[in-house]
């Protein structure tokens, strides 16, 4: 149990596009998703957290408007990076919090991006 | 400072050996603490999950908390090839929203 989804695993973009990133919690119901952000030998940085029919929540430094996030329904979440830009290319991460159980996240596989 | 620090290695030791990870953090409110596992480009998976201080076995795997001198530390026993990763550590505070601070990962290979 406790699984969670990224698609696509891997994407590769032109400069000026956009992307999206989806994340599905597949056995179970998930108020709150997390995305990180990943880059080679750094730790994981939270980008922001998104809530079942509500804002994300943002954290400082995030482009609100750049990395726009929805949580439509209660096993889905979406990342899309607007107008993308090299400096973009990472390895987003997300999370789920099992809503109907204890505290725990359950991480995605990721999706690294290249943005050329 | 950052609020979780933790040595990135990397960290070679021979197949059986006992491995010692360990975290620090400046955040007194941190009050949930977790290990996680990272393969290389995979997500995270949650290997320990422990409240407050104290200490916690699973297997192979003993988690510890010392609250009062603001570290943590995961041991593997008998480690195994297959435990080559990069081991991160993660906490929050009660009232983050669930929100997890990770410390940058260490990078453990075990050799046979």
């Known amino acids: 149990g406790a699984v969670v989804s990224q698609h696509p695993s891997r994407v590769i973009c032109k400069s000026g596009t956009s992307v999206k990133i989806e994340c599905r919690s597949l056995d179970f119901q998930a108020t709150t998703m997390f995305w990180y952000r990943q880059f080679p030998k750094k730790s994981l940085m939270l980008m922001a957290t998104?809530?079942?029919?509500?804002?994300?929540?943002?954290e400082q430094g995030v482009e609100k408007d750049k990395f726009l996030i929805n949580h439509a329904s209660l096993t889905l979440s979406t990342l899309t990076v607007t107008s993308a830009h090299p400096e973009d290319s990472s390895f987003y991460i997300c999370?789920?919090?099992?809503?109907?159980?204890?505290?725990?996240?359950?991480f995605g596989p990721g999706t690294r991006l290249t943005v050329t | 400072q950052k609020e979780v620090e933790q040595d990135p290695g990397p960290l070679s030791v021979p197949e059986g050996a006992i491995v010692s990870l360990n975290c620090t953090y400046s955040?007194?409110?941190?009050?949930?603490f977790m290990w996680y596992r990272q393969y290389s480009r995979k997500g995270p998976e949650l290997l320990m999950y422990t409240y407050s201080s104290g200490n916690k076995e699973d297997g192979r795997f003993t988690a510890q908390v010392d609250k009062s001198s603001k570290y943590i530390s995961l041991f593997i026993r008998d480690s195994q090839p297959s435990d080559s990763a990069t081991y991160l550590c993660?906490?929050?505070?009660?009232?983050?929203?669930?929100?997890?601070?990770f410390g940058k990962g260490t990078s453990l290979l075990v050799t046979p």
């Open positions: 999370s789920a919090r099992d809503t109907g159980g204890g505290d725990e996240q359950y």
């Open positions: 998104s809530n079942e029919g509500s804002k994300a929540t943002y």
């Open positions: 955040n007194s409110a941190f009050q949930y």
């Open positions: 993660a906490m929050r505070r009660s009232n983050s929203g669930y929100a997890l601070n």
